[in-house]
């Protein structure tokens, strides 16, 4: 069930928002993006989006937290929301782009500190 979180930002006309946002970047653009943050917001708000009529297939997943643990650990933001909601919905995989929190640190973690999600 919905929860406002005003610690979050969350609303409770979020869901709605989101359906709202979808509805006209795939209309203007072709598909639309989604940064999934972790923590409480993905329980509170991501389970609300299952039954919404948002094109699936034409939608883009972020994440904006991740924890540097695999995606099948208990504590990954990632595998939180594939339970909640990613495996609910049918959202074609290779629009699901996590964060590899799995991956040592080096190169690619310093790249992505400084990363643009802009497509």
Known sequence: MWRS???LGLRPDSPELVQESSRKAVAERGRFSIAVPGGSATVD???SLIPLPIDWSRTDVF???ERMVPPDD???N???A???WLDAVPIPGERV???RGEDPP???RRVMRGCSWKT
């Open 5 to 7: 979180n005003p610690c």
């Open 63 to 65: 994440w904006v937290d």
């Open 82 to 84: 594939r339970i909640a």
């Open 78 to 80: 990632f595998r939180a």
């Open 45 to 47: 708000l991501l389970p």
């Open 74 to 76: 208990t504590d990954s």
């Open 106 to 108: 080096g190169p690619r």
């Open 97 to 99: 782009h996590r964060m």
